[in-house]
């Protein structure tokens, strides 16, 4: 019911960036939160950051003041804003949403990922 598009991983330098973006399609009548969780190899999936409807951001504690979320709202759309990236952000990125579709269900989605490598 709900597809996720995610884009702009890749292989970057530590103090580098990189901006993710996950647009989000299908029967969606409104959406609460949009949000980016990572998983490393051999750790839990972590939440990363998340944007809420109005606006309310959340960031791990790891990444705060290095990562921004944003969301265009017209497009269904979040970003992740990377700066000043880290070997230790080198993970698998995940796009997660939560909506209420048109026939009124709450449902949360998952993208496929999008790997993030920091290397020199």
């Known amino acids: 019911q709900v597809q996720l598009v995610e884009s702009g991983g890749g292989l970057v330098q530590p103090g580098g960036s990189l901006r993710l973006s996950c647009a989000a399609s299908?029967?969606?009548?409104?959406?609460?939160?949009m949000g980016w969780y990572r998983q490393a190899p051999g750790k839990s999936r972590e939440l990363v950051a998340r944007?809420?409807?109005?606006?309310?951001?959340y960031y791990v504690d790891s990444v705060e003041g290095r990562f921004t979320i944003s969301r265009d709202n017209a497009k269904n759309t979040v970003y992740l804003q990377m700066n000043s990236l880290k070997p230790e952000d080198t993970a698998r990125y995940y796009c997660?949403?939560?909506?209420?579709?048109?026939?009124?269900?709450?449902?949360?989605?998952w993208g496929q990922g999008t790997q993030v490598t920091v290397s020199s």
């Open positions: 997660n949403v939560h909506v209420v579709t048109e026939d009124s269900t709450s449902l949360r989605s």
């Open positions: 299908g029967s969606i009548s409104s959406i609460y939160s």
């Open positions: 944007i809420t409807s109005a606006g309310s951001t």
